[in-house]
């Protein structure tokens, strides 16, 4: 009887692994529409600056080995907004495109980001080598992954301008790519575990396969289960004075999550220590004497286009409506004294642009 449920067991394990597509049968299931004759991107799209195939990037932290990973070196910093300019046009200019397609219904501007989406996916875009830089090596892999949930989440917005070979062929690429962050993403538990999370899950609604979306629920809980009993992250209140970031930055992650699981039947706003984590980050951005205790140091400023999260609380939300006043007055400031006011906001980037006609457009999808 054991012999027969051991066996038992074994075979549905075998059967579970066998709905997983490996590399290779990606590679081999890559559709003929690929083949097919380019169009020209209409030139009223505006020009892109080239298709990063290759990612050499290097981080700007000093203190990696042992350390909190919160102290910047401004001159690394520097270099590296350097290097993510051509990829921040290419990224703004399609935001606009998709924001303006959602808001106002311009088909044209829906279908320039599918085309410069399928500019990339001919391209192989993201696919060659990933480089790992000499101070930080996992920084390519980062901004792989980055440009990942961005493309995953701009052609969500759009995919209905789609032509069938256009969405075939984006779908492929994209599936491909997503296999490479996945590999990538193994031993991350940190705020990467829940960027990885939300294109997966992305990716997974987009095509129906339930592995991505068991990926995405499993990141959730993960967080989720992470939340101490003051509604700090155990995965990200040790970063010390970048600790508030990090939670602004990972609770942007999971909303997202959270607004997408409707579209799967679930809803995962409805979990508590989620809404402790939003309470807790929402108290510690207003008054950072909160998230300073906490951290048990005081707190560092912001990158003025990571505190997305609050568009996708409802309206009516009382942290909702407090942050979009506090925001435009809070001065955000880095060690070099240079201050930004954070005024077109809730924004994200790595979201697709306006994080209110985000939550809008997935409420429509229900």
Known sequence: MKRFLLL???????????????????????????????????????????????????????????????????????AWKESL?????????????????LLNGNKFSGKCVIQFLDDWARANALLGEIKAMPHEPKQSRYQQKWLFITSTVLYFKTKDVATPEQSERIKWWLTRVSKDVKYNSVTEHNNHYAWTAVGILQLGIITGNKEDIDYGRKAFNHFTDSVRSDGYLRTEIWRGKRALFYHNFTLQALCYMAQLSTLIGEDWWQNKDLQKLINATFNGTIDVKLAGAAANTSQEGFRPDEWGWYGMLPDGDVRKETMKEFVKTAPVAWKDGKQFYLTKIPNSKELGGDQDLLRKYVDRMK
Not at 18 to 46: A, M, N, R
Not at 85 to 101: F, H, R, T, V
């Open 8 to 78: 038992s067991v074994l075979i549905l394990f075998i059967q579970g692994c066998s709905t997983t597509q490996s590399l290779k049968e990606i590679d081999d299931s890559k559709p003929p529409v690929f083949s097919t004759k380019i169009e020209k991107t209409p030139e009223e799209c505006g020009s892109m600056p080239p298709i990063p195939v290759n990612i050499a990037m290097d981080g700007f932290y000093t203190d990696m080995k042992g350390g909190s990973y919160s102290n910047i070196d401004m001159t690394m910093f520097n």
């Open 85 to 101: 300019k051509p990829i921040e046009q290419w990224n703004l200019a399609l935001n606009k495109l998709s924001d303006d397609y």
